[in-house]
């Protein structure tokens, strides 16, 4: 059965449009408290985690109340990055974390990502225990007045985040001599990344630190990376870092101003993992990894795992085959050594780590090359257009032109209202053949 309010990575859409306004959100807190209350623990405890939309003041009361009306006590900690919330959820012993966020979207935008206690983010399963909650009369899910919960701010939880970022570090790590262009996208880790190459000895180059509530992912971040090739260029800089509005994305630059993607950072990692024999089982990656990815790991020995599109299901897939690396090329990297969702101040953390010595970013990223890949989106009124009996002929003829020579795939988003073709092989001319019988169809 497919799920009514969750889409890939959790729920999200445009605020005050649907079901992103104070009212729904009062019922989300409503269901996912009383869903969460029922693990047997004797602290009834929600934590709430933002970004910086300027939505998020009139969501997060919403969501506060109906998590309190079921009688979970909850602690609010403003703006902090998506897997600092799921770390926090662990380390508290809560019971569920709540992240409002849409996270690369624009500011008109936001949502909500669910974890449970042990810092994962929901199956599918679950989320449709919730939403059954959700359309059940509220009354029943009300808590007598003696016992509804308690609300407090929390005002360490970047400190606490960064303190368990430290952790997973030598102690003697520092970034002495090491330039860095840092581009929080005016989202939720403004604070937290600048802080933490700081306090490390590096000379760091801020962009994107000044949210306004309107200005998270515009023209920043990690969906606009040209950006950091700029400033790295200016500065001279030995790298640069652009994370997205939650901060669970990264992409970077080299000292060459050249872009390096989710997939070029996960080979990197990988190669590193496994010289330095860390790497277990192997890697995930998704639908949309390049192909010159796959055949790189084939070389290098390395078992290589598709999932469906979303850190979600890339985790999940780790967490079957015992692996402990995976990611998404668009910057959602999941170090399972040491987190269970995407990080992107970790990942960076990670390169930078590997960067200590003097080596130069340039050379530690080049280890494949890429098979030229070009990506599309189709705005539409409605994603099952995708299926129609047009749609399906156009698609079949493009993979039959492909065919031994590439790779195609046509999907709807899990968090918009858009189609995405993607299309990879080196002969160009076919591959814009293909992408435009697509398109042309789709409009």
């Known amino acids: 059965m497919k799920k009514k309010y969750f889409g890939t990575d959790g729920i999200r859409g445009k605020v005050n449009v649907g079901n992103i306004n104070g009212e729904k959100f009062f019922k989300f807190g409503l269901a996912a408290g009383t869903f969460f209350k029922n693990f047997k623990k004797k602290k009834q405890l929600a934590i709430i985690a933002k970004d910086t939309r300027l939505s998020g003041y009139t969501l997060e009361p919403a ?6 009306s079921t009688g979970m006590h909850i602690f609010t900690l403003g703006p902090l990055p998506t897997n600092g919330l799921a770390m926090l959820t662990r380390k508290m012993r809560a019971n569920m974390g709540i992240m409002i966020t849409a996270s690369h979207n624009p500011f008109y935008d936001n949502g909500l990502k669910l974890f449970g206690p042990d810092g994962m983010k929901l199956s599918d399963k679950i989320e449709k225990k919730i ?5 059940s009369k509220t009354i029943n899910q009300l808590a007598k007045p003696k016992i509804l919960g308690r609300v407090k701010r929390l005002e360490d939880g970047n400190d606490q985040y960064l303190k368990i970022l430290r952790n997973n570090f030598p102690k003697n790590f ?4 090491i330039k860095i262009v840092i581009d929080c996208a005016n989202g939720a880790g403004y604070k937290s990344a600048p802080k933490i190459l700081s306090d490390l000895g590096a000379k760091v180059f801020e962009i994107g630190v000044s949210p306004n509530g309107l200005n998270i992912n515009k023209n920043c971040g990690s969906t606009h990376p040209s950006i950091i090739k ?14 997205d509005g939650d901060a669970d994305r990264v992409i970077m630059c080299d000292e060459k101003s050249k872009i390096i993607d989710g997939d070029q950072i996960i080979a990197m990692i990988a190669k590193r993992w496994k010289e330095k024999k860390i790497l277990k089982g192997g890697v995930v990656g998704t639908l949309m990894s390049n192909y010159g990815l796959e055949n790189f790991f084939k070389r ?10 979303g850190d979600r299901y890339v985790k999940e897939k780790m967490k079957k085959n015992k692996f402990n690396l995976g990611g998404e090329q668009s910057g959602h990297i999941i170090l399972g050594k040491f987190a269970t969702t995407g990080d992107g101040l970790l990942v960076a953390l990670e390169v930078l ?5 003097g080596k130069k970013a340039s050379k530690v990223f080049n280890v494949y090359h890429s098979v ?3 990506l599309i989106n189709i705005d539409v009124k409605n994603k099952k257009i995708i299926n ?3 749609c399906k002929k156009a698609i079949r003829a493009s993979i039959s032109l492909i065919k031994n020579k590439g790779r195609l795939l046509v999907r709807a988003s899990g968090t918009e209202s858009k189609i995405r073709i993607m299309c990879e092989t080196f002969d160009l001319s076919l591959m814009n053949k293909c992408l435009k019988l697509i398109k042309k169809t789709i409009k």
């Open 230 to 243: 700029k400033f790295v260029k200016k500065y001279k800089a030995h790298i640069g870092i652009a994370l």
């Open 388 to 390: 129609s009996p047009q």
């Open 63 to 68: 969501l506060v109340s109906g998590l309190a």
């Open 372 to 374: 030229p890949q070009k």
């Open 174 to 177: 520092t970034l002495k001599g």
């Open 300 to 309: 290098e020995k390395i078992k290589f795992l598709r999932a469906n599109v």
């Open 353 to 357: 780590f590997a960067l200590r010595k």
């Open 131 to 135: 939403e059954s909650l959700i359309d």
